[in-house]
């Protein structure tokens, strides 16, 4: 099937709709006390990591020229929200994403890992994160700590950032790709269940649609089940 390119703009509003979201609820959570019902806490937790798993998402589609088919708009988004997520770096990142489309499931695939959960999510952060971005990240949060409470920042900035990168980890990298494979694609897909497929991970559970047609955004991937 040949791939199409789409002229719309719904990549873009949909992008801008998860940053302007992420934006607010960011501003929200950080301005205001915390409130002391434990069950609102840990929603707010879980509200501001499935926002962050979003930019990560929208960095994603970008690599792939998803968000917009005017490759200025469709980078600078991309390289936007991976600044925004944890101040990767988009290139490195596009690089090595392509990467393990091409050599997936290979021991030159960097989403890949022959060991268990814990040991593989070892291995993936290590291959992503540098020493450079903690560093400049303790930094951002030693300023903020100023005019922000460190409760607040650890909750609603760190904390989300940290378990956004299990919820991607877990169910766009493990669960699809852990274990043999008789498909092209060396993947998995999960059961049909669009409710369940958005809320954990923006619909990559449907991780063999992605492989076989990368160019559809996560949006539309529920399309391909």
């Known amino acids: 099937m040949k791939k199409i390119i789409s002229k719309s703009n719904a990549g873009v509003y949909i992008a801008l709709t998860i940053i302007i979201l992420w934006c607010a609820s960011l501003g929200f959570f950080l ?12 929603l707010f ?5 499935h926002l962050y798993t979003g930019l990560f998402i929208t960095a994603h589609d970008a690599m792939h020229g998803t ?22 770096s988009y290139t490195k990142l596009f ?10 499931h290979t021991e030159n695939d960097p989403d890949y890992y022959e060991g268990n959960f814990f040991i593989w999510y070892f291995y ?14 303790a930094i951002i949060f030693n300023i903020l700590a100023i005019w922000i409470p460190e409760k ?7 904390l989300p950032s940290l378990l956004s990168t299990l919820q991607l980890f877990y169910f766009g990298t493990y669960l699809p790709h852990r274990g043999e494979h008789t498909n092209i694609h060396q993947s998995k897909t999960q059961n049909k269940n669009h409710f369940i497929a958005f809320i954990t991970c923006y619909f990559f ?6 492989h076989d047609k990368p160019w559809t955004p996560w949006w539309k991937l529920y399309q391909l089940k």
């Open 152 to 158: 607040n920042l650890i909750l609603f900035w760190v």
């Open 67 to 88: 968000v917009s088919s005017n490759k200025i708009i469709n980078n600078g988004i991309g390289k936007l929200v991976t600044f925004m997520y944890a101040l990767f």
């Open 45 to 49: 937790v879980l509200i501001q990591t």
């Open 205 to 210: 559970g449907y991780h063999f649609e992605h």
């Open 95 to 104: 690089q090595k994403h392509h990467q393990h489309h091409k050599e997936v």
């Open 31 to 42: 301005s205001n006390p915390l409130p002391s019902n434990l069950f609102l806490l840990l």
């Open 124 to 137: 993936f952060i290590k291959r992503y994160l540098t020493i450079w971005q903690v560093l400049a990240m």
